[in-house]
């Protein structure tokens, strides 16, 4: 099977917030999202909003950009959306919030949004699909060759973790605490074709590789593969799926920048002839679960032999190497903002801090959806 990929000419950013839909006095989740996606929607080709999306159950709602060149240019097309939704939403005394899970919430009592491919999606996968009432972020990293998206790729699974610590946002589901960081991310990986991607030496393995599955008719397309990290080809772009649902834009801003230098470099790396770090896959996986226990309180494998450094000096580290990066692309400020969350902590610490100093788990809803609703009150 022949996948085409559209390179990019540069490394273009977009960015795919998912959002649930919560009553500002109960907390809880309203299933009202085709009702103001069909306002949203009137008047544009297919009565269907451009950047305000279904999702698959229908408390949700996922806000997307267009082709952006920085994170700034970003995460403003995101508020641009989200002002257009907010009157809605406000009328209604309803308001969006963005977390890996919500904390009380029970998946079993949820409406799926209308249309055809959630009810398949549920037909075909049963019950871990109907769990899945979860949200994530993902960031597209424009690529200009199909064979450098591989490499990357291969080499980024070392970075993966670190980017899951730092937008851990999803410590609590159906009411408890469940000891992780991102319990999300353990929820998604029960999915067939998810998780982190296998190792692929170049785009001639990932053609196979999708043959196969589609001849098993385990996917229809390139699309139902969800893994941590893959190739968009249709977009060009390498496509970072691993981030918990992140509440305030100003993070999305940071992890933005974190990812868009992640492949500039490499592909500056590559370039000058340099070898790009290579991780087993075993040692990913484990830096994985780390990340997904502990958030960047954890400890991060840096070999195989077992040596450790903690998640905070290791992504410094990282965003110290990015500086000359990030200079170049004129998001220095953004990548430089990855250090004031390793400094005032994910939204898991923020949320279980509301929880230690006696709130409940409707005072983490609000705190969650407060921190979105003050950046667009600014």
């Known amino acids: 099977m022949h996948v085409d990929f559209t390179p990019s000419p540069g490394p273009s950013l977009g960015v795919e917030v998912e959002y649930g839909v919560v009553d500002k006095e109960t907390g809880k989740y309203v299933e009202v999202a085709d009702e103001i996606l069909s306002i949203v929607g009137a008047g544009h080709p297919e009565a269907e909003h451009p950047k305000a999306k279904h999702e ?19 995460v403003a097309d995101l508020k641009a959306t989200l002002l257009e939704l907010k009157p809605l939403l406000d009328e209604r005394n309803l308001a969006m919030m963005s977390s890996g899970t919500h904390p009380f919430a029970s998946w079993d ?118 893994w941590d990290i893959r190739p968009h080809p249709t977009y060009g772009t390498i496509e970072f799926r691993m981030c918990d649902g992140i509440p305030t834009l100003r993070e999305v801003r940071s ?31 484990e830096n994985k679960w780390r990340a997904s226990r502990f958030g960047l309180d954890g400890r991060v494998m840096t070999d195989v032999s077992g040596n450790t450094q903690s998640f905070k000096d290791n992504i410094v580290g990282i965003v110290d190497m990015l500086q ?8 220095l400020d953004a990548l430089n903002g ?15 801090a509301v929880v230690a100093q006696g709130g409940s788990l409707r005072d983490v809803v609000t705190l969650v959806r407060e921190e979105l609703a003050v950046e667009l009150r600014s």
């Open 338 to 352: 990855v250090r004031e969350i390793l400094e005032t902590g994910s939204s898991a610490a923020r949320q279980r």
């Open 255 to 285: 992890i933005a920048a974190l990812a868009q230098a992640l492949v500039v470099w490499m592909d500056q790396q590559v370039d000058a002839g340099e070898t790009l770090p290579d991780i087993p896959s075993w040692v990913a996986r």
């Open 109 to 226: 009592s949820m409406s799926l949004s209308p249309g055809e491919r959630y009810r398949r999606l549920l037909d075909e996968i049963g019950w871990p699909a109907r769990r899945l009432a979860i949200h994530g972020v993902h960031f597209h990293v424009g690529v200009r060759s199909k064979e450098k998206s591989i490499k990357f790729i291969d080499s980024l699974l070392g970075f993966l973790p670190q980017m899951l610590a730092l937008s851990t946002s999803s410590p609590y589901w159906l009411g408890d605490d469940t000891g992780l960081a991102s319990i999300r991310s353990k929820i998604f990986e029960v999915m067939p074709t998810s998780g982190l991607p296998p190792w692929m030496q170049d785009w001639a393995a990932f053609e196979r590789f999708m043959t196969a599955l589609i001849k098993a008719e385990t996917i229809r397309s390139v699309k139902e593969v969800w």
């Open 324 to 331: 000359p990066v990030a200079a170049g692309l004129g998001t």
């Open 56 to 74: 698959l159950f229908n408390h949700s709602i996922e806000v997307i950009t267009g082709v952006c060149q920085t994170p700034d240019e970003a």
